[in-house]
């Protein structure tokens, strides 16, 4: 199976993260594999997304993630001149607790 995934840093703070996250709530993203957002040595964050194609990640951050990201940053006088850019990742394994694993 052939996964899209990518990773992008973005010059927020944990705080405004949970605010987006609060505002996202248990929304549904289909197509979403997973979602892991780290936090840096200089406070910014960085995140690594897979998804199971190219289409539903960009239907989801669409109708799910914009909605939430932008009243958020625009709460904190935030306006970047547009998304950071990601970096394309080629997915070779995604292993989980229970041994399972999805082969890139």
Not at 15 to 42: F, K
Not at 67 to 92: D, S
Request: hydrophobic residues 45%.
């Amino acid at each position: 199976m052939a996964f899209f995934a990518w990773t992008q840093t973005v010059p927020i703070t944990a705080e405004i993260y949970d605010e987006i996250a609060a505002r996202m709530g248990d929304t549904p993203m289909p197509g979403l594999v997973v979602h892991v957002a780290t936090q840096n040595s200089d406070g910014s964050l960085s995140y690594l997304d897979v998804w199971e194609s190219k289409e539903a990640c960009e239907a989801a951050v669409e109708a799910v993630v914009h909605p939430a990201v932008h009243p958020t940053l625009a709460a904190h006088g935030i306006n970047p001149p547009g998304e950071p850019p990601r970096t394309p990742a080629a997915v070779l394994d995604v292993r989980f607790a229970d041994g399972t694993s999805l082969r890139g």
